[in-house]
C-alpha cells in the first residue's frame, strides 16, 4: 500500500518539483505561470505541503512499519496534520485569488472549494476524534482527508485516459475530469474503512470461535 501510494503522488510530486524550480530558477514569466510570480508564497506552501503530506501519510498505511516505530506514527501524524492544513488552505487561497488559467471555469472552482473545504474538515474532524482517543472515528477521516490530498495523482491518470481517446479537454470536461479524481479517491477510502470496520476484533473474533 505505501508504495502504491507514492507511485501514485509521483506526478504531483514532479509537477511541483517543477513549478518550484521554475520560481526559484529565474524561468520565463508566461501568460501560464505569472500569477505564481506575482504571488510565490501560497503555491510554495501549496507545493511543500502536499508532498509532505502525499510521501509522510503513505506510512501510514503500513501497520508493520508502525508496529515497529510506535513513536513514529504519533510524531509524523502532527506533521501530517500541519501539511495537511497548509495544502487545504493554500489550496483555497489560490482558488479564491489567483487568476484564472485559461481552461479553468466556474464548475472547476466551484469542486476545488468544494473538496478543497472537504479535506480541510476531514483532518480537523480526525485531529478532534483522536484527541477524544476515538480511533476508529480519527482513522476514518484521516483516510478521507488523504485520499482527497491525493486527487492530483488520480487526476493526471483520468486526463490521461480522456486525452489518448479523445484528445485535449475542454472547460467542461475537464472540470469533471477533475472532479472524478476525488470522487474516485473518496470511493476507494469509504471501501477501506468500510472493510477495516468489518474486521473483527481479535477478542471478538476469539468469542466467535469459541461459541
Same mark, same amino acid.
Given at each position: 500500500?505505501?508504495?502504491?501510494? $507514492?507511485?501514485?503522488? +509521483?506526478?504531483? @510530486? $514532479?509537477?511541483?518539483? !517543477?513549478?518550484?524550480?521554475? %520560481?526559484?530558477?529565474?524561468?520565463?514569466?508566461?501568460?501560464?505561470?505569472? *500569477?505564481? #510570480?506575482?504571488?510565490?508564497?501560497?503555491? @510554495?506552501?501549496?507545493?511543500?505541503?502536499?508532498?509532505?503530506?502525499?510521501?509522510?501519510?503513505?506510512?501510514?498505511?503500513?501497520?508493520?512499519?508502525?508496529?515497529? =516505530?510506535?513513536?513514529?506514527? *504519533? @510524531?509524523?501524524? *502532527?506533521?501530517? !496534520?500541519?501539511?495537511?492544513?497548509? +495544502?487545504?488552505?493554500?489550496?483555497?487561497?489560490?482558488?479564491?485569488?489567483?487568476?484564472?488559467?485559461?481552461?479553468?471555469?466556474?464548475?472547476?472552482?466551484? #469542486?476545488?472549494?468544494?473538496?478543497?473545504?472537504?479535506?480541510?474538515?476531514?483532518?480537523?474532524?480526525?485531529?478532534?476524534?483522536? *484527541?477524544?482517543?476515538?480511533?476508529?472515528?480519527?482513522?476514518?477521516?484521516?483516510? =478521507?482527508?488523504?485520499?482527497?490530498?491525493?486527487?492530483?495523482?488520480?487526476?493526471?491518470?483520468?486526463?490521461?485516459?480522456?486525452? %489518448?481517446?479523445?484528445?485535449?479537454?475542454?472547460? #467542461?470536461?475537464?472540470?469533471?475530469? @477533475?472532479?472524478?479524481?476525488? !470522487?474516485?479517491?473518496?470511493?476507494? +477510502?469509504?471501501?477501506? $474503512?468500510?472493510?477495516?470496520?468489518?474486521?473483527?476484533?481479535?477478542?471478538?473474533? %476469539?468469542?466467535?470461535? !469459541?461459541?
Amino acid at each position: 500500500m505505501p508504495a502504491a501510494l $507514492i507511485v501514485l503522488s +509521483a506526478v504531483p @510530486v $514532479i509537477a511541483g518539483a !517543477v513549478r518550484l524550480t521554475e %520560481l526559484t530558477g529565474g524561468a520565463e514569466i508566461t501568460p501560464e505561470n505569472a *500569477r505564481f #510570480f506575482a504571488v510565490p508564497l501560497p503555491v @510554495v506552501l501549496h507545493i511543500l505541503g502536499a508532498i509532505l503530506y502525499g510521501v509522510l501519510g503513505a506510512f501510514q498505511f503500513a501497520p508493520g512499519f508502525r508496529r515497529r =516505530r510506535p513513536g513514529w506514527h *504519533r @510524531v509524523a501524524g *502532527r506533521v501530517l !496534520v500541519s501539511c495537511g492544513l497548509v +495544502a487545504g488552505l493554500s489550496g483555497l487561497w489560490m482558488t479564491l485569488l489567483y487568476p484564472r488559467p485559461v481552461g479553468d471555469g466556474d464548475l472547476l472552482a466551484g #469542486f476545488r472549494l468544494l473538496f478543497g473545504s472537504a479535506m480541510v474538515l476531514c483532518i480537523v474532524l480526525g485531529f478532534a476524534a483522536i *484527541r477524544r482517543r476515538n480511533v476508529a472515528r480519527h482513522r476514518a477521516w484521516m483516510i =478521507r482527508g488523504y485520499a482527497i490530498g491525493m486527487g492530483a495523482g488520480t487526476q493526471a491518470l483520468t486526463h490521461l485516459f480522456w486525452f %489518448l481517446i479523445f484528445g485535449p479537454p475542454g472547460e #467542461f470536461p475537464r472540470a469533471l475530469l @477533475v472532479a472524478a479524481g476525488w !470522487v474516485i479517491n473518496l470511493a476507494a +477510502a469509504e471501501w477501506i $474503512i468500510r472493510r477495516r470496520s468489518a474486521q473483527p476484533a481479535p477478542a471478538q473474533f %476469539l468469542t466467535r470461535l !469459541v461459541s
